[in-house]
């Protein structure tokens, strides 16, 4: 099974003048390892930011045994503030994990961010699987 992370916005896609896709299976292959990088640099980490709508896992699991969450939806200037941080901590740290894929990966989401704040789109991170 592929995993990746994806940023869903409040708005529709035929609202945006931009592309809001990102290659999000960098980020889910080294999750772990970037929760604990996050603690330790006392930054919010990539969980922090995740919904997922668990009805969407009807088919696969009893959705009555699996966690409810509340619908959140952050501000884009708190996704660029996020992913600048994180950039400025991997790059300053050069964690084994760190990658060119990995390093694409985050420069994507930032750009989502930057033009979600451009259009005044919230948004949060959600699981492809």
């Given at each position: 099974m592929s995993v990746a992370f994806y940023i869903e916005l409040d708005k529709k896609d035929s609202e945006l003048d931009f592309e809001p896709y990102v290659e999000g299976k960098p980020i889910a292959w080294v999750f772990e390892e970037l929760?604990?990088?996050?603690?330790?640099?006392?930054?919010?980490?990539?969980?922090?930011?995740?919904?997922?709508?668990?009805?969407?896992?009807?088919d696969d699991f009893d959705v009555d045994d699996l966690p409810q969450q509340i619908e959140e939806w952050f501000d884009a200037k708190e996704g660029i503030l996020f992913i600048n941080n994180l950039q400025e901590k991997l790059l300053l740290d050069k964690p084994k994990f760190l990658d060119e894929n990995l390093e694409y990966a985050l420069e994507e989401f930032l750009n989502v961010f930057i033009n979600a704040d451009r259009v005044g789109a919230k948004w949060h991170l959600a699981l492809d699987m």
């Amino acid at each position: 099974m592929s995993v990746a992370f994806y940023i869903e916005l409040d708005k529709k896609d035929s609202e945006l003048d931009f592309e809001p896709y990102v290659e999000g299976k960098p980020i889910a292959w080294v999750f772990e390892e970037l929760e604990l990088f996050c603690k330790k640099h006392n930054i919010k980490a990539i969980s922090d930011y995740v919904y997922q709508d668990i009805s969407e896992f009807e088919d696969d699991f009893d959705v009555d045994d699996l966690p409810q969450q509340i619908e959140e939806w952050f501000d884009a200037k708190e996704g660029i503030l996020f992913i600048n941080n994180l950039q400025e901590k991997l790059l300053l740290d050069k964690p084994k994990f760190l990658d060119e894929n990995l390093e694409y990966a985050l420069e994507e989401f930032l750009n989502v961010f930057i033009n979600a704040d451009r259009v005044g789109a919230k948004w949060h991170l959600a699981l492809d699987m």
